[in-house]
């Protein structure tokens, strides 16, 4: 990443001085995060039934895990198998299975709802005559409201019946793939529909847990605002005001948008940089302040994937 940025290493390392202290606030801001999503993943397993895991190996697992993800080519994949393998020895292979399917459900469906708020949070702006609203901005919140709703709606169906069983008929139409599913689909039927009666059990039967882990999720999305925020107050981007928190708002949820829908790449490379420039400069600032949070964000995500990493070699000792 570091050798295909169009950027010198003196600058890189300039805006790593500029950040200075505000640096040890985003890294702990991130710990804050993942502790929020650990206790997310806490509620869904104990929505199922007894938890024996202890809460600080959920959250190794819950850093590992995002670690896993940010770094596999395939992007966003790594990570959930490896959890249900830490996860089986402790509560078996199905609430395994239900359990980490359902915190990526969850993690999905908070952004989903995080991305329509954004949708409502630009257009007041921009009645407010704060921001601009041309014919290319109108099709690109339409287009979000439309990726939106379908995503939502999706997800309410997928809660309502469960989607593995569904999910496993879908990639049995992928060419190459159809054999491994359909065998699969076979051989492993009763526990297929089993996860999905565990998943569909959270929204139906179990909804103070449904509603306390999406409170959780879409809360730490609304928090991880602050770490634009942060970098906007110390390049005196704005007032440190409302305001300036609703365009750190408006750039992550523009940027998160854009870079997901280039999940297939490793660390979203390009994808994410992309989108702070397309972002930052649609609320009229500069391409430095673009180029500077997306150096930020970087330096955090290599910590943080590095320390995920080095996790899953520490504590493995079972009985």
Known sequence: MLFTFKVSFAQLWADIQHAGYWLFAILGLWLILYIMNACTWRIIIRGSGDCPI??????????????????????????????IMELRPYIGTQRATSSVLLFAMMHIFSHFWFWATSIVAYIILAVCGILPLGTGMCIVLIFMLIF?????????RGYRNGMVVKLIKIVGHIPGLKRWANNLAESKKEDLQKIDDQISELQSQNRKSFFASFFLEYIGRLMQSLE????????????????????????????????????????QLGGREGGFAMSVAQMGMTSDIGMFVSI?????????????????KVGNKRQ
């Open 228 to 267: 634009i925020y942060f970098m906007l107050i110390l390049f005196n981007a704005g007032d440190g005001g409302i305001q300036t928190f609703l365009f750190s708002f408006l750039i992550l949820s523009f940027t998160s948008l854009f870079a997901n829908l280039l999940f297939f790449l490793p660390l």
């Open 296 to 312: 930020i964000c970087r330096v955090r995500e290599v910590f943080w994937t590095a320390i995920g990493l080095l996790l899953m």
């Open 148 to 156: 939106c709703g379908c995503g939502i709606y999706l997800f309410m």
């Open 54 to 83: 202890s809460f600080l190996r959920i959250l190794k697992l819950t850093i590992s895990g995002f670690a896993l993800n940010y770094a596999t080519p395939a992007g966003l994949l790594g990570g959930e198998p490896y959890k």
